[in-house]
């Protein structure tokens, strides 16, 4: 049954709520306002928030390429002068950028770098604001894990630098990661526990962000008037600031609230409104999103083929990007409108096994980052033990006071009660012998906890080992000795430094100065095993400073050389052609997920009678004009275009550029030195028409090859 849209009244409500939405995303940074009141506008966007940001980092959000484009320079100037507040600035414009375009990876290793620089410049509101942004990216990436440490550190930080902004900030993320795993109850909750904490006219973009969570979580929660206000609160306060991303989500969850209700108009606007925002800001995802709703309203009201052209959009701009929950969303929906229009058995077999597909690889995904876990139970058992043993000790101390009390009270009794002296020393005697055992008791339960530390590190599999701060091994664990080649007993004393390769050995200084700047760090190093071979080691070490002891670092580390291994050989093999070494046929997927909605050029080649060399001089000499071919092209592109074989004697390369005059230039260069060749050949060439696919550019080039080819042997025989 269709769903019924609402009376007249309240769907004009909605629409005109739908427009002053667009006209606050889009349309105030184009409407050609008087100067005066564009820089009123400007300042209040800039001081609603109390956070040291650069200018860039606001421009982001509605002109993310224009920033990016405008960052290398003046981060290279940053870093020449030293400037580390002005670099962590930088580099979260840049974070923010990357966020706007949906560029995860991009995000991440930005905040990164912003934190580091924030670290040293002694900077610790920037240092939490970049751990948040990196946080968020680790979570729009499913590393739960990791993005669930990085907001702990976050949250260390504002114990000794309070802000109620970067208190929301963290309360944001910790809603978005509940959400993600479906604790739509706890979203609700931290997205509360944020507007909270923030004052009425503050930080008004994370406000609408906390609102939106909440409204989202509430949805699902089955509380639609709660959600409904919450999402009419977010509205208003879109109306103050300048966000195109942000109003697109925001109008993303009007749609969905709008199915909800079965109000197919507001749907249909919503879609249109965040495919205009995903085209104004060429964010890939926000136009899949955009397409996905308007799917569904196509499937709410029966529309089956609009509703598989529009969800196969989203799909495919899903898959480009390498969401794959989102795909494995739309996939499903994709499969239930082919097999209700009885479409062919292949094309619903395809389907249903790449949603298979999908779905193991989220399924071995998620089992891989249960290990990571690993890291953290070492710490939990760390910290136990420390609770042990201060508690051993403080039982041991008491146990002494009131020993010292109880002779302080004996030899008072003796010197006030001379005539009693016998029997209070043999009362004193027995006191004394019973505090004694109470003593002894005492330190066999601390031996025995010593004992059991002991077991734990020689029963562990992994690599466990303490040292200095200069290096010096003060213990190792006997699975950590094996690997090494050593008896644990003649380590000790040892540089850690003395069993890695000379290559490493430079890292392994930097890791010491990075313990002894931050008090922890995590990575990889090489050592050198037993047998001599260089094994990778992914270590976390903690530094410990006891008031009452010297500093000591306490490391554990897995072997992952094989992981290593195995992801260096597969990605070679995977990418280049077995006999010319230039790139095979799968190049062709990635350059066109990497260009997304650019443009882009295209040769195609042939060698002409190549079939003549195999028959005329053997397949050995053909394959030696293979490489040659190959050869000759390299040399003749630039950095960053790529030469494929498709296969046989048949090649393209692929101009990451778009522009016409270097297509023509590349291909008048490749004819010029066509005498040079080690065989003849045919060009063809074409540019990228709209959005069209990878394979139908290369199709028109072939034809246009196979047109000159014709004309060539034409002119020949004339």
């Not at 052209?309 to 969401?323: D, H, V």
């Not at 146990?399 to 030899?411: D, F, K, V």
């Not at 003796?414 to 004193?428: P, Q």
């Amino acid at each position: 049954m269709t769903p019924r849209a609402r009376p007249g009244d309240q769907r004009s409500r909605v629409h005109g709520v739908l427009s002053l939405l667009l006209l606050a995303a889009c349309g105030l940074a184009a409407t050609g306002l008087p100067a005066s009141a564009q820089a009123r506008y400007d300042e209040s966007v800039a001081t609603d928030s109390r956070l040291p940001r650069h200018p860039l980092e606001e421009q982001a959000l509605s002109q993310p390429e224009a920033v990016l484009r405008q960052l290398p320079p003046l981060l290279a100037a940053a870093r020449a002068k030293g400037n580390w507040r002005e670099l962590a600035l930088l580099y979260l414009a840049q974070s923010n950028a990357c966020r706007v375009i949906a560029d995860w990876p991009c995000q991440r290793d930005a905040s990164a770098q912003a934190s580091v620089a924030a670290s040293a410049a002694g900077q610790p509101i920037l240092r939490i604001r970049a751990l948040v942004g990196q946080s968020r990216a680790m979570i729009a990436m499913q590393d739960f894990t990791r993005g669930e440490k990085l907001l702990g550190d976050a949250e260390l930080l504002l114990k000794t630098s309070r802000s109620p902004e970067l208190s929301a900030d963290v309360y944001l993320a910790y809603s978005s990661l509940s959400w993600s795993l479906g604790k739509h109850a706890l979203s609700a909750e931290y997205a509360a526990k944020g507007l909270a904490v923030l004052p009425a006219d503050v930080a008004l973009p994370m406000q609408t962000r906390l609102l939106r969570n909440q409204a989202r979580a509430q949805a699902q929660l089955g509380q639609s008037r709660a959600a409904q206000a919450s999402l009419d609160r977010a509205r208003v306060l879109t109306a103050r600031f300048h966000d195109p991303k942000l109003s697109a989500e925001i109008l993303i969850e009007t749609a969905r609230m709008a199915r909800l209700s079965g109000d197919i108009a507001a749907q249909r606007d919503s879609g249109q409104a965040v495919l205009a925002l995903a085209g104004q800001l060429k964010n890939s995802q926000l136009e899949g999103l955009g397409h996905e709703v308007l799917g569904l309203a196509a499937l709410d009201t029966g529309e089956g083929a609009l509703a598989g052209r529009e969800l196969g959009i989203a799909y495919r701009s899903f898959r480009a990007l390498g969401q794959k929950r989102d795909e494995l969303r739309v996939l499903r929906e994709l499969i239930r409108i082919s097999v209700d229009q009885g479409k062919d058995a292949a094309t619903v077999n395809a389907m249903v096994r790449r949603f298979l597909d999908i779905d193991g690889e989220i399924e071995r995904s998620d089992r891989a980052k249960a290990s990571d876990d690993f890291d953290a139970r070492l710490e939990y058992a760390e910290r136990e033990l420390d609770v042990l043993r201060l508690k051993d000790e403080a039982v041991l101390a008491a146990e002494r006071e009131r020993t010292l009390a109880e002779r302080n009270q004996l030899a008072g009794g003796v010197v006030a009660f001379a005539i009693a002296m016998l029997l209070v020393l043999g009362g004193f005697y027995l006191l004394q012998r019973r505090s004694n055992q109470r003593l002894k008791a005492t330190l066999a339960l601390l031996r025995e906890s010593e004992a059991r530390a002991h077991d734990l590190l020689n029963m562990s599999s992994g690599f466990v080992f303490l040292h200095d701060p200069q290096g010096r091994l003060l213990l190792v664990n006997p699975a950590a000795a094996q690997a090494l080649g050593q008896p644990s007993e003649t380590m000790v004393g040892r540089s850690l430094q003395d069993f890695q390769p000379r290559v490493g050995r430079e890292a392994f200084s930097n890791y010491l100065q990075r313990v002894r700047d931050e008090g922890q760090d995590q990575g990889v190093f090489l050592v050198r095993s037993g047998g001599g071979e260089h094994r990778h080691w992914r270590y976390s070490s903690r530094l410990s400073a006891p008031e009452d002891g010297r500093a000591y670092v306490i490391g554990n580390a897995v072997d992952v050389t094989d992981q290593v291994q195995e992801t260096r050989a597969l990605h070679e093999q995977s990418l280049r052609d077995a006999l010319t070494g230039c790139y095979n046929r799968r190049q062709l997927d990635v350059f066109e997920g990497a260009q997304g909605t650019r443009g882009w050029g295209v040769l195609t080649m042939d060698l002409d009678h190549f079939k003549q060399v195999n028959d005329s001089q053997g397949h050995d000499r053909g394959d030696q004009v293979l490489i040659e071919f190959v050869r000759f092209l390299s040399e003749r592109v630039r950095i960053g275009d790529a030469v494929v074989r498709l296969g046989g004697d048949e090649f393209v390369i692929l101009l990451s550029s778009g522009d016409a005059a270097m297509l023509h230039a590349s291909a008048a260069r490749l004819r010029d030195d066509a005498l040079v060749a080690p065989s003849r050949f045919s060009v063809g060439e074409a540019l990228r028409e709209g959005s069209e696919a990878l394979a139908e550019t290369i199709a028109r080039a072939d034809a246009a090859m196979y047109a000159a080819r014709a004309a060539a042997r034409s002119g020949n025989s004339a």
